[in-house]
Every structure is written in structure tokens, then in C-alpha cells.
């Protein structure tokens, strides 16, 4: 079973409409999990961040950890054409040097 | 708004030579790292470092990788003799030890073995 899982897509959405990208996880030992952009051919942006469980909302963006059931969700409300992209999820353990696990990528095209 | 610089763009090399990627991380930031992502596939930790030494590597990073801070902005991935399984791009990233493991990446370097 691999450490994390994301749907790769692609995954296709009309202006405007809510998007839901989802990532799930096996070792409930992560503790730190990250949402990244990731442009072609582009270095990952950091777009959100969480520690517990719940919601944690920026702008258009709401992050979700649920970890019992290990899976986290990243939603984009009102999706724009320039939120195509790749989209990455990462989680890390707590403590030590920290290091990420990304998820495959789930790629989202936004047509007007 | 501070970022991590990475140098060169774009790096085509022989088999077997070596290269020199280059990093210049976030100002105040204190732990470094070193991914990789081969097209198509995951970004995959490659190594950090911390006060100056390794603190944790992957199995992909052996006896070919080196990593040095040479001075006080500079973080540098060496590879000494390159393969063609090493073209990839290479992402360097950097974060403060305050935060909740946010880490700042850089636009990365494309490495072409041929």
C-alpha cells in the first residue's frame, strides 16, 4: 500500500464551479499536511497548511484533515482558469528534520 | 516577498560528468532540502540538511549525491558523475524551524543527461 494516494485525474470543471481534490493516507503517524500548486514545469507553491483535524479556510481555498479516517481534502470555491494546475498534496511526521511525502498530483483544467 | 532562487534553469550534461546545482534559500530559513521529480512521477525527498550536516537522506541519495552550504546563502547539490536516470528536476526548499513544516520551494533545475 503506498503512503499516499491521490487521484492523478485529470480532472475537468466549468468556470466557477466547486472543486474537490482528495488525498488519503496510510501511517497515521503523519501530523503535518500541506496542499502545493504546482504549475508545468514549475517549482510547488505552498497554498495551505494544516496540523489537526478540521477545516482551515484562505480565500477560495478550505483545507480538510479528518484523521481518522486519514484522508484530506483541499476545496477550490468559485474555481478560476488560472487554478489549472497540478495539485500535490504532502504530509510530514511531527518532530525531526521533517521531511515531505508528496502525493502523485491531481491535474485540474478549469475551461471558461 | 522572499523566495528560493535556483540556478541554473536548465542543465544538459553528458553521462558521467559531473554537475553543480544551486540553490539560494529564504534569508532566515534554517533547514534545507533537496527533491527530486523525474516527469511524469512524484516529487520524492532527496536530502536535508541542518546546521550544517546531513540530518536525513533518502535511498536515492548514495555515494554520488553531496550537499554543501559553502556559505551563508548558498546550498549546493552535487552529483559527480551523472547518469541517465538522474535527468529530472531538482527542487530545492527551505523553512524556518518555527513553522508547522511549511517549506518554500524554488522554481527547480531541469537536469538533462544525455
Known amino acids: 500500500q503506498k503512503e499516499v494516494e491521490q487521484d492523478p485525474g485529470p480532472l475537468s470543471v466549468p468556470e466557477g464551479a466547486i472543486v474537490s481534490l482528495n488525498c488519503t493516507y496510510s501511517?497515521?503517524?503523519?501530523?503535518?499536511f500541506m496542499w502545493y500548486r504546482q504549475y508545468s514545469r514549475k517549482g510547488p507553491e505552498l497554498l495551505m497548511y494544516t496540523y489537526s483535524s478540521g477545516n482551515k479556510e484562505d480565500g477560495r481555498f478550505t483545507a480538510q484533515v479528518d484523521k481518522s479516517s486519514k484522508y484530506i481534502s483541499l476545496f477550490i470555491r468559485d474555481s478560476q482558469p488560472s487554478d489549472s494546475a497540478t495539485y500535490l498534496c504532502?504530509?510530514?511526521?511531527?518532530?525531526?528534520?521533517?521531511?515531505?511525502?508528496f502525493g502523485a498530483g491531481t491535474r485540474l483544467a478549469v475551461h471558461p | 516577498e522572499p523566495e528560493v532562487t535556483q540556478t541554473p534553469s536548465h542543465q544538459v550534461t553528458q553521462m558521467g560528468q559531473e554537475v553543480i546545482l544551486r540553490c539560494v534559500p529564504i534569508?532566515?530559513?534554517?533547514?534545507f532540502y533537496w527533491y527530486r521529480q523525474i516527469l511524469g512521477q512524484k516529487v520524492e525527498f532527496l536530502v536535508s540538511f541542518y546546521n550544517n550536516e546531513i540530518s536525513e537522506k533518502s535511498e536515492i541519495f548514495d555515494d554520488q549525491f553531496s550537499v554543501e552550504r559553502p556559505d551563508g546563502s548558498n546550498f549546493t547539490l552535487k552529483i559527480r558523475s551523472t547518469k541517465l536516470e538522474d535527468s529530472a528536476m531538482y527542487f530545492c526548499?527551505?523553512?524556518?524551524?518555527?513553522?508547522?513544516?511549511?517549506?518554500?520551494f524554488g522554481p527547480g533545475t531541469r537536469l538533462t543527461v544525455l
Open positions: 534569508s532566515n530559513h534554517l533547514y
Open positions: 501511517n497515521s503517524a503523519f501530523q503535518y
Open positions: 504532502a504530509m510530514s511526521f511531527l518532530g525531526g528534520y521533517n521531511k515531505l511525502i
Open positions: 526548499a527551505s523553512r524556518t524551524t518555527s513553522s508547522y513544516n511549511e517549506q518554500f
